[in-house]
């Protein structure tokens, strides 16, 4: 389902019955921050996410890469689905949290690769290591490109080295690398949150930017949804099902404070 306009994409949303959205945060919502442990809530995203939220015929779910913890420092909101980790763990809107993975499963490997990266990246400029608990990421964005690609590189031999399959998932990016649960997926999360938790009669609609929201977007189609992707420079090489654009976080949290 394409559309030519915000206009368009507006008069489709305020037509159903009932609307879940299903929102990213950096990159999506807010402007990508310093360093992932660098937590300034935006009182217009709470704002309207708030008001959002307040309406019955709306769910508001977001589903971010960031640990949970920092989720709710930066949405401290009830009556909403807060995920952390790509869903690994979650918030319901009446407030239960729910863990899909057994932490004491996954956490020694982390354990075990942590030393290993954080000495690979020791003394280098522009590499960040960050631990949310049920995963590891390396981040290398403000690397230098060559520097970047070799070192990423190191760090995913110790992945294969150290990492069963059968549990774990890599993601990757742009200069990013990361070691998840195998459920520590988007299109996962978005099934399971349809399964566990329904809401009749809605229609889906889920704003993202990166390759890891696009992989949610076959899901949405899948139940008559839409996707919007948000622009970022990194991604214009990728493919994209995406049925509108924005340009910016700032472009999506003006519409949605026009939808509220």
Known sequence: MQFESKEELTKWALEARCLW?????????????PTPD?????????????????????????????RLGHI???????????????????????????DRVAYDEIRPVL??????WEELVH???GFFVEDKDW?????????????????????????????PTERFRI????????????LASKRDTVEYLLAQYPFPDSRLLYIG?????????PVIHAHGGVAVKVRQASQESYPTTADFYFSSPGETLDWLQRLA
């Not at 420092?73 to 790509?86: D, K, N, S, V």
């Not at 993601?171 to 195998?182: D, I, Q, T, V």
Request: proline share 5%; no cysteine.
């Open 72 to 98: 709710r420092q930066l949405l401290p909101l009830h009556g909403i689905f807060l995920a952390g980790t790509y869903g690994i763990e979650l918030v319901t809107d009446t407030g239960e949290s729910v």
């Open 135 to 163: 995963a590891l990421a390396l981040h290398a964005r403000f690397a230098e490109d060559r520097e970047a690609d070799e070192v990423i590189m190191q760090a995913r031999q110790i992945i294969d080295q150290s990492a």
């Open 209 to 217: 930017d990166d390759d890891k929201d696009e992989e949610a977007f």
């Open 123 to 125: 003394g280098r400029q």
């Open 111 to 116: 354990e075990a690769i942590k030393p290993r």
């Open 171 to 182: 993601l990757g990016g742009h200069k990013f690398l990361e070691l998840a649960p195998r």
């Open 21 to 33: 959205l299903f929102l990213d945060y950096d990159g999506t919502l807010a402007d990508f921050a």
């Open 38 to 66: 660098h937590i300034e809530p935006n009182p217009a995203i709470i704002a309207v996410l708030n008001k959002l939220s307040d309406k019955p015929a709306t769910r508001v779910t977001v589903l971010s890469g960031r």
